[in-house]
């Protein structure tokens, strides 16, 4: 049974900087590239930052690039997204997702993702 839990949101202000991490059991985790998207209520889920499955391929969106840096550890079967400078714009449901295709990856769509952590509630205040 794959589970992918997601941890380290809360509540800070803007300009802080928060860690979420996503730990993976009951795959190959080391096979699969991992994607961070993030809900509102109302919009779409959004793809956020991804990294392929030797981390030597990212991808952020826009709007998170330059603040957002993710990574792993595959010993650790776990996936990082280390938040800096949060703007009240990022509050939002944060999940983790698994697939083991980049270019799948690479097209942001969630019904294409193979696996879903529950998600981890980040609010930034203003």
């Known amino acids: 049974q794959v589970q992918l839990t997601e941890s380290g949101g809360g509540l800070v202000q803007a300009g802080d900087s928060l860690k979420l991490s996503c730990e993976a059991s009951?795959?190959?985790?080391?096979?699969?590239?991992m994607t961070w998207f993030r809900q509102v209520p109302g919009k779409d889920r959004e793809s956020v930052a991804a990294?392929?499955?030797?981390?030597?391929?990212?991808y952020y969106t826009d709007s998170v690039r330059g603040r957002f840096s993710i990574s792993r550890d595959n010993a650790k079967h776990t996936v990082y997204l280390q938040m800096d400078s949060l703007k009240p714009e990022d509050t939002a449901v944060y999940y983790c997702?698994?697939?083991?295709?980049?270019?799948?990856?690479?097209?942001?769509?969630?019904?294409?993702?193979?696996?879903w952590g529950k998600g981890t509630l980040v609010t930034v205040s203003s």
């Open positions: 009951g795959l190959t985790f080391s096979m699969y590239s």
């Open positions: 997702a698994a697939d083991r295709f980049w270019e799948a990856v690479m097209r942001g769509r969630p019904q294409e993702m193979d696996f």
């Open positions: 990294i392929s499955w030797n981390g030597g391929m990212k």
